[in-house]
């Protein structure tokens, strides 16, 4: 009963809120719960903004405890607040999470990440749920897209989601392609899904591993094709600079000319080749005129040492220790801030899907054809999620569930906006008075949003 009541008052402000965008951002900038926001993050042609500024990803990737000890970081609030005061001092804008827990809360931190000016590029698949690039069909399943979808619900309402990686590294040779189509299904399908719910369109794509051999044809399946099967942006980790080193002995330049015509963002998931020392000079050339027009920035792998010899820092309990990369990169950071549009192209074509060849094995969907979303988890799309399972469920990758069938290009388009959109907020609430219980926690879960855009004196 509280909820509803929470719910009739919220939709009141929203209606008056929602006349006057500069009235939500006055009045959350005001808050008394010292709750942050920063601005959204937009794509407009092959480039970020935030309002109306190039937006250049400046971070780290940050995953304390490794892949060997799976843990949320953002639901860790001493650990996030030790390692936000070296992030300040890095200068970065932006840190990637490769595992969250979506049962855990993520409202501190995220806080304490927007109060910083930092935002946070997340990893939607967590290693039991994910795709199995040794057999992809069984894993693109409906329990999969539960998780993954239920992650979009815990962080879409933070203004500092900058964006959601759909897949990570799935692809790392030539004879595992074969998972391209369900790789951009997902993508497909987490696109639809934030527009169903009618969240802010957050971008979505993918990061691909550094494997050159089919790095471009990734790129360009990614970006081809109707809209609703199109990425918002492409990532790839990219260790060829190595010191020492330049833009043209690193090759750059000539992906600089590769990627010339690209018509969404590009950027580096992860760089930072440990040969010899790590002089990070290749930031200059990041963030310069060298290769601002082609790419948007990138994300340093990684902040913490997990015993690969990767890490700026050491964490030990509550001590970091910096290493001399660590000051490199500040010092390299500082020294090179990119200032205008830096020559992005505010438009482009979609990207020609490649041909099947010898390094591009993708027989079973061919062109334009993807897999189909399983039948199971067309529901989510307007019933939303529910309750994720956390980093503790049973896993998804043999659930059943999964796809049968291909779809016909533009089947991803957001065909119906859900409830949840907030312009029906008053008419759940009146649903939720007449006693809908049903749609109970979804309701709470517009409360949640709007309390984190209007600030707590709402409630
Ligand atoms: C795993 O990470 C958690 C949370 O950071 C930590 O408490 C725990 O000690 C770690 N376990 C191991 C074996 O490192
Ligand atoms: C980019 O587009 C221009 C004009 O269409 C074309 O001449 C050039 O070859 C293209 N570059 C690449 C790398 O595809
Ligand atoms: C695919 O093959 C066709 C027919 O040979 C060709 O016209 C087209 O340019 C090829 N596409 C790419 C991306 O190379």
Redesign the pocket.
């Known amino acids: 009963m509280k909820c509803s009541i929470i719910l009739a008052a919220a939709a009141v402000a929203l209606a008056n809120a929602a006349a006057s965008p500069a009235r939500i951002e006055a009045r959350a900038s005001a808050s008394s719960t010292g709750s942050a926001t920063l601005p959204t993050v937009t794509v407009k042609g092959n480039a970020f903004f935030a309002g109306n500024n190039r937006f250049y990803i400046r971070g780290v990737d940050y995953q304390p405890g490794g892949s060997s000890n799976v843990s949320d970081p953002i639901a860790d609030t001493n650990g996030c607040q030790r390692d936000i005061v070296e992030f300040k001092k890095l200068g970065i804008n932006t840190i990637r999470v490769y595992t969250v827990d979506n049962t855990a809360n993520h409202d501190t931190c995220m806080n304490a990440l927007a109060a910083a000016g930092i935002y946070l590029a997340l990893d939607v698949n967590t290693p039991k749920y994910s795709i199995n690039r040794g057999d992809p069909a069984p894993s693109y399943n409906a329990a999969y897209l539960q998780n993954i979808f239920a992650t979009i619900d815990a962080f879409a309402h933070y203004t500092n989601t900058l964006l959601f990686f759909s897949g990570n590294e799935v692809i790392n040779s030539d004879d595992t392609t074969n998972c391209a189509p369900y790789v951009k299904a997902v993508t497909r399908d987490m696109k639809q899904y934030i527009g169903s719910r009618g969240y802010r369109s957050i971008p979505v794509g993918y990061s691909a591993a550094d494997v050159e051999s089919n790095r471009y044809e990734m790129a360009?399946y990614m970006n081809c094709g109707p809209s609703d099967q199109r990425s918002d942006f492409f990532a790839f980790n990219d260790y060829s600079w190595c010191d020492p080193s330049s833009f043209t002995q690193s090759g750059w330049d000539k992906k600089v000319v590769q990627y010339g015509n690209y018509s969404i963002p590009l950027f580096l998931s992860e760089y930072g080749c440990i040969t010899n020392q790590r002089a990070f000079q290749e930031v200059s050339s990041l963030y310069g005129s060298q290769m601002t027009s082609v790419y948007s920035g990138g994300l340093v792998y990684e902040y913490s040492e997990e015993g690969n010899g990767f890490g700026l820092v050491t964490i030990n309990g509550n001590t970091v220790t910096e290493h001399s990369d660590f000051t490199a990169l500040e010092t390299q950071l500082s020294q090179n801030v990119p200032s205008g549009d830096g020559g992005y192209r505010s438009s482009g074509a979609p990207s020609?899907?490649?041909?099947t060849s010898s390094t591009w094995e993708v027989t079973g969907f061919t062109g334009e054809m993807l897999p189909a979303i399983p039948s199971g988890a067309v529901q989510y799309m307007s019933k939303g999620a529910g309750t994720g399972p956390g980093l503790t469920g049973t896993g998804s990758q043999t659930a059943g569930g999964a796809s049968s069938g291909t779809a016909t290009p533009g089947s991803g388009a957001v065909t119906a906006t859900s409830r949840a959109q907030l312009a029906s907020a008053s008419s759940a609430a009146r649903s939720l008075v007449q006693g809908d219980m049903g749609v109970g926690p979804f309701v709470c879960g517009v409360v949640v949003l709007l309390s984190t855009l209007l600030g707590a004196s709402l409630l």
């Open positions: 360009t020609v899907c490649p041909n």
